[in-house]
């Protein structure tokens, strides 16, 4: 069984098989001017950007794409997809899914959750990327990235890439936050986004988002399988999500409970194998290919009180969504097309909205709720599998409500 859910993955798996691990293996997001606007919508000061915002109808759309496992765009095939599929299908097919994902639902940051490239079959990192990263550019709706296990497989190293992703147009990505002088990975950072302009918490964050570097492969030699989210990474979450808490409880208009947080980064923690169908929205057609070891960040996570939600990439037939003691652990399903997949299961995407509560005629307040969907690339860009991640007044606490689509 093993065996068959290693060639499932193979590809991802591959760099790593030595007979030892075959087994434990299985264990195992300035962009300005966003929305519009091409007038008045530039950099405020030099180096500084203006921070993202809920828009003036209360809400913060977030779209995830996990997974593009882009390489050499027009030549690159399409990997799973049905034999008549199979002409004419390349990276470009990706590309094209993200055109309409962004037309379709207009979000307002569009997070990218690692293995945005295949680095094995890129043949030039910087060029996969440019290409990989184009339709979110051209867009002008800011980005943000993190790194996957295969984005550094091809010319540059993880830290050469995240610089890359890092100098793009209109990315909010970092390489990593500017006051830690030592942390592990490339690509740790956070991104407050501020309530409506006009609006008593306009200065405020409203809604935290935090982005990790989940690793690649374990470097450790008695440990198999692939990395994971190190004490390092972890101690600065803490610290950052303690600035955050304190500052919108204490500061003007000081509030009572925390700012809901949202944490987006590429290979899922041991917890997402806590579920089975009873308990998740969605569909688990493999194993959770999480690091063999717990490194803890979900502990420290429930710690910190103020993260709803976790998101991630890594196995694209997986794209369920479960809550675990009020942490709601999401997968987002694969999205590229040189990716492996299942033939006639169609690519998909992940859309996140928060919603503001509104105090009165056109003043809008602190989060209310956060709901979730995917979308197919079929033809209708179908709508699946809405669900409540969490509201205001359930404080967190798991509801089964259905969204409408
Ligand atoms: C890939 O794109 C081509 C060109 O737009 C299209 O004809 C084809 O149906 C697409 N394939 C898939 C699997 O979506
Ligand atoms: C937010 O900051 C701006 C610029 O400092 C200021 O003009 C505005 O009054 C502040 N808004 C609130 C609600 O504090
Ligand atoms: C999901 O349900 C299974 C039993 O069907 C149970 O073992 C598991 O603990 C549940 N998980 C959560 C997170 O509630």
Request: glycine share 10%; with cysteine; proline share 4%.
């Amino acid at each position: 069984m093993e065996a068959t859910l290693l060639s499932s993955k193979g590809r991802k798996t591959e760099l790593q098989c030595s007979s030892i691990c075959i087994g434990n293996l299985l264990l195992v997001i300035g962009a300005l001017c966003l929305r519009l606007v091409p007038t008045g919508c530039m950099v405020t000061e030099v180096g500084q950007q203006k921070p993202l915002r809920f828009r003036k109808d209360g809400e913060f759309k977030i779209l995830q794409v996990a997974d593009m496992h882009y390489a050499d765009g027009k030549i690159t095939p399409c990997l799973d997809v049905l034999p008549s599929q199979v002409a004419g299908c390349s990276d470009l097919n990706t590309s094209s899914f993200i055109h309409r994902m962004i037309e379709a639902e207009k979000p307002d940051l569009i997070v990218f959750t690692g293995d945005n490239i295949f680095g094995l079959d890129a043949t030039d990192a910087a060029k996969s990327l440019n290409e990989a990263f184009a339709p979110a550019i051209s867009s002008g709706i800011p980005w943000a990235a993190v790194l996957g296990n295969h984005d550094q497989e091809s010319t540059l190293s993880r830290e050469g890439v995240m610089k890359h992703i890092a100098g793009l147009k209109n990315t909010l990505s970092k390489l990593n936050p500017p006051e830690i002088h030592v942390i592990d990975g490339f690509g740790n950072y956070n991104l407050e986004v501020h309530g409506v302009e006009g609006s008593g918490f306009e200065n405020k964050s409203v809604l935290n988002l935090y982005f990790f570097d989940s690793g690649d492969y374990s470097t450790v030699p008695s440990i198999p399988g692939y990395g994971w989210i190190k004490p390092s990474q972890q101690f600065w979450f803490q610290r950052t999500s303690m600035r955050l808490r304190r500052a919108y409880m204490r500061n003007p208009p000081a509030q009572r409970a925390v700012a809901p947080g949202l944490v987006y980064f590429h290979i899922p923690l041991p917890e997402f194998a806590s579920f089975d169908s009873s308990n998740f929205t969605g569909v688990k057609q493999e194993g959770i290919s999480s690091p063999s070891m717990n490194s803890g960040f979900f502990t420290t996570m429930l710690e910190s009180g103020d993260v709803k939600a976790v998101f991630t990439g890594h196995d694209h037939l997986n794209d369920f969504c479960g809550d675990l003691m009020g942490i709601n652990l999401c997968y987002a399903g694969g999205f590229g097309y040189h990716a492996y997949g299942k033939a006639g299961w169609s690519r998909r995407a992940r859309v996140v909205v928060a919603t503001l509560e509104k105090i009165e005629k056109d003043v809008w307040g602190t989060v209310k709720s956060i709901k979730t969907w995917k979308r197919l690339d079929d033809r209708f860009l179908t709508g699946i599998d809405g669900q409540a991640l969490w509201s205001k007044s359930s404080s967190g606490r798991r509801r089964k409500e259905i969204v409408a689509l």
